[in-house]
């Protein structure tokens, strides 16, 4: 059974950071690409960046682009998400997601996301 668990949310200034962690379990870790994906309060979900199994390649929503670094390590099973010079409308719910199939890549340009795993997501309040 995948178990995604987020960490790291909380309430931050803007222009502050927070690092978002996704504990993983169930399957073996580094085989999947994941993502994190966020929603904001009426909004539908967005993508937000995505990692291939091996960090090989990353791939960034515009909106976040320079300012959040997705990582991984795979002996630990976690993902990360470093989140700089934050802004009131990066507010969010945020979850991690791993892609249910091996090894494919998890690029915003081809389409909506494929089937995928989600954790119970962490709340991200960017004050102004």
């Known amino acids: 059974q995948v178990q995604l668990v987020e960490s790291g949310g909380g309430l931050v200034q803007a222009g502050g950071s927070l690092r978002l962690s996704c504990a993983a379990s169930?399957?073996?870790?580094?085989?999947?690409?994941m993502a994190w994906v966020r929603q904001a309060p009426g909004k539908e979900r967005e993508f937000v960046a995505s990692?291939?199994?091996?960090?090989?390649?990353?791939y960034y929503a515009d909106s976040v682009r320079g300012r959040f670094t997705i990582s991984r390590d795979n002996a630990a099973n976690t993902l990360y998400l470093q989140m700089n010079s934050l802004k009131p409308e990066d507010t969010a719910v945020y979850y991690c997601?791993?892609?249910?199939?091996?090894?494919?890549?998890?690029?915003?340009?081809?389409?909506?996301?494929?089937?995928?795993?989600w954790g119970q997501g962490t709340q991200v309040t960017v004050s102004s």
């Open positions: 169930g399957r073996t870790f580094r085989m999947y690409a």
């Open positions: 990692i291939t199994w091996n960090s090989g390649n990353t």
């Open positions: 997601t791993q892609a249910k199939n091996t090894y494919i890549i998890i690029d915003p340009r081809a389409g909506p996301l494929p089937g995928m795993y």
